[in-house]
């Protein structure tokens, strides 16, 4: 980035008294280097009460909202009403200013996997950026916007929400070219009420769509089929045995998945078909702006993806880990289970699953109904944390042919039995909601003597 205070105060029709140049937006103090804006955010403490340290550390220009008497007077100061509001405004003019087009990615589960996937195939013909880490709301999307490279061809964005009508916003904020849904499932369903809910919000990605864009949905969600109908933009739906883009898988191993498009192979460095549908996401984009077979073959092969999103890492002691542990709702939970229960391993399986959260009244159902997606001869040992699983655990309890060793609280006592019972050649899987920390048992796994 490289503009002038003066011409971000004229771009939010406000003003300041002295023009410098801006080479970054930060609204962490601590984060802020030379030439930066800084962007001082409501939170548990107001930004302003930082504007000093955020002075120290270089920065040359500020937003503020506070009473001017208080503004400091040794940069320069950009009087606005709201300071959020004052940055989405400035992501949407640098947006409009770099000319980049924004390749927009939202769902269940799935996207920021599907993010880095369309990114890396992107990447073989055009200057693109993505979404860094978990930046997907109503302050990281901006915030991804002010740190694309000014030569940045291609913008793929990832967008989270959790209550209606803010993808709207994001998408509004972004107007994508293309808009992609990974998946209809059931996170955040406490917030949504239903399904139905769920996929209603997941639809205001067309919100701010370009008229001649692209909208990309699973064609196996009859949810969204009645929501797309009458769009105006072109619709493709993508599936492993239906839709306008179908692929097959033909091969699965512990780090790679191999499937097909029509008549061509590809191979991701990702276990599971679940993975592949994100690929589909990821290949229909590479279509859509004319990259060749090749390219998104290449694209898929050297793909980076986002840490504790499918990651195979390896236990102190030898055993293979695959870490899952960002996020969890049912319909993610059982393909990762269904699918690690089909890979090889030279010793026994394990799975360590934690509870779900924001799944409203019928989370003990959801709980429990995990116990299908488990086959008790694929499996040596079950861990189950936190209050929820209880239900899991009477569920599987029924049959008494799984060994389930259940811990509502206690983590350190979670590890220690883990630590007990995992040996060399052991393979493990580990799946929770983020709120539930399962990388901390991660970490200490990596660590296991």
């Not at 023009?19 to 939170?43: H, M, Q, W, Y």
């Not at 940055?87 to 769902?107: D, P």
């Not at 983020?434 to 296991?448: A, D, I, P, S, T």
Request: net charge negative; hydrophobic share 40%.
């Amino acid at each position: 980035m490289k503009v002038t205070s003066q011409e971000i105060a004229e771009a939010l029709s406000s003003h300041c008294e002295k023009s410098v140049e801006i080479t970054n937006v930060e609204f962490d103090s601590r984060k802020v280097t030379e030439g930066s804006l800084f962007v001082p955010l409501a939170g548990a403490r107001d930004g302003h009460e930082f504007i000093q340290q955020a002075i120290e550390n270089g920065a040359t220009a500020t937003f503020w909202s506070w009473d001017m008497a208080q503004a400091p007077t040794e940069i320069s100061v950009i009087p606005v009403e709201d300071t959020l509001k004052a940055m989405q405004a400035l992501s949407k003019y640098y947006l409009a200013k770099v000319g980049a087009e924004v390749i927009a990615v939202t769902g269940s589960n799935g996207k920021t996997t599907t993010k880095d996937l369309t990114a890396s195939v992107l990447a073989q013909r055009y200057r693109t950026y993505k979404t860094q880490g978990n930046y997907n709301n109503n302050i990281g999307l901006p915030y991804t916007i002010l740190h694309m490279p000014e030569e940045t061809e291609k913008l793929v964005l990832e967008m989270g929400m959790d209550h209606a009508n803010e993808i709207t916003e994001l998408s509004q904020m972004a107007q994508p070219k293309v808009a992609a849904i990974t998946m209809i499932g059931e996170a955040h369903i406490e917030n949504l009420g239903s399904r139905e809910g769920i996929a209603k919000a997941k639809m205001e990605i067309v919100d701010g769509l370009s008229e001649k864009g692209l909208l990309i949905i699973p064609a196996n969600e009859p949810l969204l089929k009645p929501l797309s109908q009458n769009l105006s933009q072109e619709v493709t739906t993508f599936g492993l045995a239906e839709g306008d883009v179908r692929g097959e898988v033909t091969r699965e191993e512990k780090t790679a998945t191999t499937f097909t498009v029509a008549g061509e192979s590809f191979t991701i460095p990702l276990p599971g078909s679940y993975n592949v549908t994100n690929a589909l996401i990821a290949y229909t984009v590479g279509r859509f702006f004319g990259l060749s077979i090749e390219e998104i073959r290449q694209g898929f092969a050297t793909v980076a993806i986002t840490q504790n999103r499918t990651e195979w890492l390896t236990a102190g002691n030898g055993a293979a880990i695959l870490s899952d542990v960002y996020n969890a709702n049912p319909t993610a939970m059982g393909l990762v289970l269904e699918t690690f229960q089909k890979l090889p391993t030279n010793g026994r399986r394990f799975a360590v699953l934690a509870d779900m959260l924001e799944l409203g009244p019928d989370s003990p159902t959801m709980h429990a109904q995990m116990s299908e997606h488990i086959d008790p001869d694929k499996f040596a040992g079950i861990f189950l944390y936190g209050s929820q699983m209880e239900n899991l655990r009477d569920a599987l309890q029924v049959s008494g042919e799984l060994p389930v060793f259940y811990f509502e609280k206690d983590k350190q006592a979670l590890i220690q039995e883990i630590e007990t019972q995992l040996e060399a050649e052991d393979s493990i899987v580990l799946k929770g909601s983020n709120g539930m920390g399962l990388y901390e048992v991660v970490e200490r796994l990596q660590k296991l003597n």
